[in-house]
């Protein structure tokens, strides 16, 4: 239909860069723009995941009476408009890939071309398919920069952070002294004056929405499809993550735009908790914990721009509580974080919330101090307790904390090859140390175990749906 709204699909806030191309050359028309935040990145899943999250989209745009929808994400691009099996669609649709492959193949001189993408838009290998298929001598040069793609995603565009990974991701390509550099994720033409001035003038920086925006113009006048007004358009913005959380980060790359967003009810799979850990091993214990939750659970480790945050709380729920907060508030999803610690009586409570840092080094360094400070002291008084506080934290404010506790006693010397930490020299009433215990046994018993269980209690008051 002539006056239905132009739709414009993005994995997250990175399509904004072709929405505005687009209103600026069709000013007259209605765009409709909607993004997966809750899926948020599509570069490192499996295409055929991206593929089915974006027949829902285009579902829900056909339902809305879009008369097209522009693909602004590569990625999807590649999962749905490219593939070798590609599937019909209720409404047509215009990806980005071929119009920057056009513009490559046609302002190179020397036939060397860099692509920056996603991981899942440079294994696809959609871009040096597409540039050959012009340019059959062309040489592409591939480089997948994920982490550019997460800060864009969250404002983070003119940090040193974000000048820093510029310089990193760039580097490789430039070594291949190319002549021009197609941005081939949508998120990146956030950061198009860094990468421009980084590049250097002798290099050409190919926007692929840019591109795209013409294409969609002569693909609606052909058809007789241009809305007859000259301006006057409206703008919709939907999405399936968190609205406050949109127009946090759209209005730091579109300043004036947008004015409101409506939540999109398209969540397909369970919804993500994000726990604030880097280390593998807590990360598997703790997702062993919410398996009875149904949460997809995700770690800091998948959002490399998520501050460290400093641990000097005087009690283990207000470090907890802190880490939690800082991850919500980074990731734009519910988080939870952990803090816990070792309590001996004949040390006066030590070493407490400092159990991890306590002594420098490792943490046979800790239990060999921990060791010497008890020697000679008899097992009545080797009493001991390990503590966990477990914090949930929603990027609406919302926080509660829970706490659990185990009580044992310090051996005198480890045992045991399971856990971290002070479990080794942690004695239970049964004579066995938490390390020689097997995960489903320590889960079932021990302290983080009790206070991620209370905690579980209380998830669906956070993670009902994606933040």
């Given at each position: 239909?002539?006056?239905?709204?132009?739709?414009?699909?993005?994995s997250?806030?990175?399509?904004?860069?072709?929405?505005?191309?687009?209103?600026?050359?069709?000013?007259?028309?209605?765009?409709?723009?909607?993004?997966?935040?809750?899926?948020?990145?599509?570069?490192?899943?499996?295409?055929?995941?991206?593929?089915?999250?974006?027949?829902?989209?285009?579902?829900?745009?056909?339902?809305?009476?879009?008369?097209?929808?522009?693909?602004?994400?590569?990625?999807?691009?590649?999962?749905?408009?490219?593939?070798?099996?590609?599937?019909?669609?209720?409404?047509?649709?215009?990806?980005?890939?071929?119009?920057?492959?056009?513009?490559?193949?046609?302002?190179?001189?020397?036939?060397?071309?860099?692509?920056?993408?996603?991981?899942?838009?440079?294994?696809?290998?959609?871009?040096?398919?597409?540039?050959?298929?012009?340019?059959?001598?062309?040489?592409?040069?591939?480089?997948?920069?994920?982490?550019l793609?997460?800060?864009?995603?969250?404002?983070?565009?003119?940090?040193?952070?974000?000048?820093?990974?510029?310089?990193?991701?760039?580097?490789?390509?430039?070594?291949?002294?190319?002549?021009t550099?197609?941005?081939?994720?949508?998120?990146?033409?956030?950061?198009?004056?860094?990468?421009a001035?980084?590049?250097g003038?002798?290099?050409?920086?190919?926007?692929?929405?840019?591109?795209?925006?013409?294409?969609?113009?002569?693909?609606?006048?052909?058809?007789?499809?241009?809305?007859?007004?000259?301006?006057?358009?409206?703008?919709?913005?939907?999405?399936?993550?968190?609205?406050?959380?949109?127009?946090?980060?759209?209005?730091?790359?579109?300043?004036?735009a947008?004015?409101?967003?409506?939540?999109?009810?398209?969540?397909?799979?369970?919804?993500?908790?994000?726990?604030?850990?880097?280390?593998?091993?807590?990360?598997?214990?703790?997702?062993?914990?919410?398996?009875?939750?149904?949460?997809?659970?995700?770690?800091?480790a998948?959002?490399?721009?998520?501050?460290?945050?400093?641990?000097?709380?005087?009690?283990?729920?207000?470090?907890?509580?802190?880490?939690?907060?800082?991850?919500?508030?980074?990731?734009?999803?519910?988080?939870?974080?952990?803090?816990?610690?070792?309590?001996?009586d004949?040390?006066?409570?030590?070493?407490?919330?400092?159990?991890?840092?306590?002594?420098?080094?490792?943490?046979?360094?800790?239990?060999?101090?921990?060791?010497?400070?008890?020697?000679?002291?008899?097992?009545?008084?080797?009493?001991?307790?390990?503590?966990?506080?477990?914090?949930l934290?929603?990027?609406?404010?919302?926080?509660?904390?829970?706490?659990?506790?185990?009580?044992g006693?310090?051996?005198?010397?480890?045992?045991?090859?399971?856990?971290?930490?002070?479990?080794?020299?942690?004695?239970?009433?049964?004579?066995?140390?938490?390390?020689?215990?097997?995960?489903?046994?320590?889960?079932?018993?021990?302290?983080?175990?009790?206070a991620?269980?209370?905690?579980?209690?209380?998830?669906?008051?956070?993670?009902?749906?994606?933040?």
């Amino acid at each position: 239909m002539a006056d239905g709204p132009i739709g414009v699909f993005d994995s997250g806030e990175g399509g904004l860069t072709v929405l505005r191309a687009l209103v600026d050359l069709l000013p007259g028309e209605d765009f409709l723009y909607a993004c997966d935040s809750a899926h948020f990145p599509y570069g490192p899943r499996p295409l055929g995941e991206v593929r089915g999250f974006f027949l829902r989209f285009a579902a829900w745009f056909a339902e809305a009476g879009a008369r097209l929808v522009v693909v602004a994400c590569n990625t999807a691009t590649a999962a749905v408009l490219l593939a070798p099996d590609a599937p019909s669609l209720p409404v047509p649709a215009v990806g980005v890939v071929e119009p920057g492959a056009r513009a490559a193949a046609r302002l190179t001189r020397t036939g060397r071309i860099g692509v920056v993408a996603t991981q899942a838009t440079v294994a696809s290998g959609v871009y040096p398919r597409a540039i050959r298929a012009l340019r059959p001598d062309a040489r592409v040069v591939q480089v997948p920069c994920p982490i550019l793609v997460t800060l864009a995603e969250n404002g983070e565009v003119d940090s040193p952070l974000a000048e820093h990974e510029i310089r990193r991701c760039l580097a490789p390509l430039l070594a291949e002294d190319i002549d021009t550099l197609v941005l081939g994720c949508t998120h990146l033409p956030h950061m198009e004056e860094r990468i421009a001035r980084q590049v250097g003038a002798g290099v050409t920086v190919v926007d692929p929405g840019r591109e795209a925006a013409w294409t969609v113009r002569e693909w609606l006048r052909t058809r007789g499809l241009l809305g007859p007004r000259r301006a006057g358009g409206t703008v919709r913005f939907a999405t399936t993550g968190s609205p406050d959380a949109f127009l946090k980060v759209a209005r730091r790359l579109w300043p004036g735009a947008p004015g409101e967003v409506e939540h999109l009810d398209l969540w397909e799979g369970p919804p993500e908790l994000v726990l604030a850990t880097r280390n593998p091993g807590k990360a598997k214990e703790l997702a062993a914990l919410l398996a009875p939750a149904g949460v997809r659970v995700r770690t800091l480790a998948e959002f490399p721009f998520a501050p460290e945050v400093e641990e000097d709380g005087a009690t283990f729920e207000e470090n907890a509580r802190k880490k939690a907060r800082a991850a919500a508030a980074a990731t734009g999803r519910p988080a939870m974080a952990d803090d816990s610690g070792l309590e001996v009586d004949a040390l006066g409570g030590e070493p407490g919330v400092r159990s991890a840092r306590w002594v420098p080094g490792t943490d046979a360094d800790r239990i060999a101090a921990l060791l010497r400070r008890l020697e000679g002291v008899p097992a009545p008084a080797r009493g001991a307790r390990f503590v966990c506080a477990a914090a949930l934290a929603h990027p609406d404010g919302r926080e509660a904390v829970f706490r659990g506790t185990l009580e044992g006693r310090i051996a005198t010397a480890p045992r045991g090859t399971g856990g971290f930490g002070y479990d080794p020299v942690f004695e239970l009433p049964d004579g066995r140390t938490v390390a020689e215990l097997d995960p489903e046994e320590k889960n079932a018993v021990s302290h983080r175990g009790r206070a991620i269980r209370l905690a579980v209690e209380a998830l669906p008051d956070f993670v009902g749906r994606p933040a």
